[in-house]
């Protein structure tokens, strides 16, 4: 094995080195993008801030908290307006610019809309909190949701990415919701919008897509996918980016394990049921009730 590597590792580390311009090496001189583990470092950080003492962290000495609140936020205010500076710039070389030509400034305005944004976060946050907590009869505590419940962490990440998704801040959105989706299994967009009051029970399976827009008080069980119907094509064939292509879920809506609802056109109207397996295409209205015909027993 020695003599194959002596006579061949030069020329496959020729072909495999980012110095040759590969598109998907990220490196300081060319694309400079923040690597995934920075991202979710401040992430955590970010989880730290709104569920001090939990999520892996020790508790936090009461006397203390304020301080430590700030010091984080510090960090994260630094850490975080360098990777969006640098995402900011990719964009802005590699694809369209989203900004008016000053990355810097662009940078600037996401980190503070975020950190500014951070109260009416939690508050949303506490909604989705009280409807775990009054959805799921195990539910014994609402602490017991915070430290354990992969749908609040899966929301959690979502409203902190879909912040800064709607500030047009490229790739750490993404980042972001893919840790969540490993981690929890629940997929969720960071351009969907969602309402407070907001329960994934179970979760694992649930996907939302980027269009969607979903109301108060929804609730989700594992297995559901609120996706799109179709793709758009052009005239060459390639897929038509963006447009409205998930459904809308209006306020008070249940959707049990499994269902799917596909559509940009497709609403389900408020105080809906919508069973478990329904292959769901087209909209329902307000208070519908909707289910599979249940299979006639086989007895042999």
Request: net charge neutral; aromatic share 6%; glycine share 10%.
């Amino acid at each position: 094995m020695k003599n194959w590597i002596d006579q061949n590792v030069d020329a496959i580390t020729d072909a495999l080195s980012p110095c040759r311009g590969c598109f998907i090496a990220n490196t300081k001189r060319d694309i400079n993008l923040p690597g995934t583990a920075a991202i979710t470092a401040v992430l955590e950080k970010l989880l730290g801030v709104l569920y001090p003492g939990c999520h892996g962290q020790a508790p936090v000495a009461h006397e203390n908290g304020h301080v430590l609140i700030k010091e984080t936020l510090r960090l994260i205010a630094t850490e975080l307006y360098d990777q969006a500076h640098r995402t900011v710039e990719y964009a802005c070389k590699h694809a369209k610019c989203i900004s008016c030509g000053d990355c810097q400034e662009q940078a600037r305005k996401t980190v503070t809309a975020l950190l500014e944004g951070l109260p009416a976060i939690r508050g949303m946050l506490q909604e989705d909190i009280q409807a775990a907590y009054e959805g799921d009869p195990s539910a014994r505590t609402t602490m017991e949701i915070v430290m354990s419940y992969p749908g609040l962490y899966a929301i959690t990440v979502h409203r902190i990415a879909h912040a800064l998704y709607q500030q047009g801040l490229p790739l750490i959105p993404r980042v972001m919701s893919e840790h969540a989706h490993a981690r929890t299994g629940i997929d969720i967009h960071p351009g969907a919008s969602i309402g407070p009051g907001f329960f994934i029970d179970h979760g694992t399976g649930v996907v939302i897509g980027e269009t969607c827009r979903i109301g108060r008080r929804v609730k989700l069980y594992q297995g559901v996918t609120l996706g799109a119907l179709s793709f758009a094509k052009d005239e060459t064939g390639a897929l038509v980016k963006g447009g409205k292509r998930h459904p809308d879920v209006e306020d008070n809506v249940i959707i049990y394990a499994g269902a799917t609802v596909l559509g940009g056109d497709t609403v389900i109207g408020h105080d809906s049921v919508i069973g478990g397996n329904v292959w769901l295409p087209h909209s329902v209205p307000p208070g519908s009730k909707v289910y599979n015909r249940s299979p006639a027993p086989v007895i042999h």
